[in-house]
C-alpha cells in the first residue's frame, strides 16, 4: 500500500463544478463489491440463534410519491394506485414475517424504528393504521427509544399528523428543502412554502418530541440571498434538529438527463465550494443561537435531548432489517439489499422468499473501516471504541491517512480523540476513500 494511493485529495486539486456522479459515502465496501450468490446466504444467517446483546432496528421504505423530484436519486413511483399500494403494505408485512419468526430475529425488540422513502407520508391514516399495527403484532416496538417518520409537508393534514404521532411517532423529519416556492417548484418538488408552516404549526401543537428540518444546499437556482432567508426561517421555528444536505447530481436524476440531452458536463447548481459555504454559513448562524454541530450534515438544538438513534446505531453496527422494495439491510455482519423493481420484489414475496438481490458477507477488518469512515461524518471518533471493539489502534493503523489530513490542517487530536476541522467535515464525504482497503480505492458507488 504506498502513501501515493492514501493521499487525501487536496482541493485545491478538485473539480469544484459540480459534475454527474455520487458524492455521499452511505456504507463501506462500495455496493459494486456486492452480489447475487452472497443473497443466497442470508436465509442461512437467519437461521442463527441471536447474538446477545446486538441491537436491532427496523427500516420500512415507501416508495410512492406525489411527484417525482428533478435530483431524486432514489427508485420511486408516483402512478400507484390504492390496491397497488395495498398489495405493497401486504408483501412488507410478509416480509417482516419471515424475519420475525426467524432464530436469529424472534423475541428481539427494536431499539429503533423508521419509515423512509420516497414518501412515508403519502400512505393514508388507514393505509398508516393498516401497515403499523401489523408490524407491532409482529415485533412490538414499545421498548424503540426512537420511531423516526420521514414526511413531505404538502402530503400532511392535521388528521394525518395525528396519526402518525398516535402510532409512536417520536421524530419527524419534514423534507423542507427549501423555503422558496418558486424554488421548490423548478426542482420538481410537490409542496410550496404555506404547507411548510401549516405542517410545522400543527406537528409542534400535538407534542413530536423532535422534529427535524431537512435542507438542501445548492438547488437549481439558489442564491445566497434566498440561502439567507432559509436559514433565517429556519432558526425563526426552531426545530430540534436540521438536517443539510449538499445537492449532488447522480446519473439517475431528472437534472443529469436534461444535463445530458443538452451535451452538458457540468449540473446547472451551484459549485461544492459554493455549497460548503452555505453549509458552513447556516451551521454558524444555528450556532449563534445555541446550536451545537453534531455531523457533517446536522445541527441539533438540545444534543442531551435529541439524538438520533437510528444514525448512531447504524454507524456503531447494530443489525437491521430493512424492509420493502430496494431496501438495504445488516445482519450478523453481512450486508444486502433488497430487489429494486416493484413487480419483482412482490413476486418474491409471494413465492415466500427474501427479497435480496445482493449482499457481502464482510470481515472483521471491513466492519472496523465501515464503523471508523461512518464515525469520521460525526467529526469526532473516539479511539477506544475501535481498542475496545476491534482491537486496532486507529492511530497506527491509518498512520499515513492521519499524517495526510494533519499536515493539511484538516485534522486534530484531542486526547483520546480525533477531530475534523470545521473545513474537513464540510467536505467529509470526499475524505473516507483514503481510508478504503486498496482493492475497494476507486470503486463505483452504485
Ligand atoms: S420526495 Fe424524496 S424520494 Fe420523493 S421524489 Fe422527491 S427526493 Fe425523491
Known sequence: MSTETLEIRDPAKESDDTEAG????????????????????????????????????????????????????????????????????????????????????????????????????????????????????????????????????????????????????????????????????????????????????????????????????????????????????????????????????????????????????????ANWHTKRDWVDEAFRELEKVGYTVTSGYTAVRDPEKSKFVYRDQLWTGSDLIGLGVASFSHIAGTHYQNITEFTQYLEAIQGGDLPISRALATTEEERMIREFILQMKLGRVNRSYFENKFRVNVTERFAPQFADLKGKGLLEEQGNWLVLTREALLRVDTLLHAFFLPQHQGARYT
Open 22 to 269: 455520487n458524492y455521499f459515502v452511505a456504507n463501506y465496501p462500495p455496493f459494486s463489491f456486492w452480489n447475487a450468490g452472497t443473497a443466497q446466504t442470508v436465509r442461512d444467517l437467519l437461521e442463527q440463534p441471536s447474538r446477545p446483546g446486538v441491537p436491532l432496528g427496523v427500516y420500512f421504505h415507501v416508495p410512492f410519491c406525489r411527484k417525482r423530484c428533478h435530483f431524486c436519486y432514489f427508485r420511486v413511483y408516483t402512478d400507484k394506485n390504492a390496491d397497488e399500494i395495498k398489495r405493497y403494505l401486504d408483501a412488507g408485512i410478509a416480509e417482516f414475517e419471515l424475519y420475525a419468526h426467524s432464530p436469529l430475529i424472534q423475541g428481539r425488540k427494536p431499539k429503533f424504528v423508521y419509515f423512509g422513502g420516497g414518501t412515508p407520508s403519502y400512505l393514508s391514516v388507514s393505509q398508516l393504521t393498516y401497515l403499523t399495527d401489523r408490524m407491532k403484532a409482529l415485533l412490538p416496538w414499545d421498548e424503540a427509544e426512537e420511531v423516526t417518520f420521514e414526511a413531505e409537508p404538502g402530503t400532511l393534514t392535521e388528521q394525518k399528523l395525528a396519526a402518525i404521532r398516535q402510532i409512536g411517532v417520536t421524530r419527524l423529519s419534514l423534507g423542507v428543502e427549501n423555503f422558496d416556492s418558486h424554488i421548490l417548484e423548478i426542482n420538481g418538488r410537490a409542496h410550496r412554502t404555506e404547507e411548510i408552516y401549516r405542517a410545522y404549526k400543527y406537528a409542534r401543537s400535538i407534542g413530536f418530541p423532535q422534529i427535524n428540518i431537512d435542507l438542501i444546499s445548492g438547488m437549481v437556482e439558489e442564491t445566497n440571498e434566498n440561502w439567507r432567508t432559509n436559514i433565517r426561517k429556519t432558526i425563526e421555528l426552531e426545530p430540534d434538529s436540521v438536517t443539510i444536505y449538499q445537492m449532488e447530481v447522480p446519473y439517475n436524476t431528472g437534472i443529469y438527463k436534461q444535463m445530458k440531452a443538452e451535451g452538458k458536463l457540468v449540473a446547472p447548481v
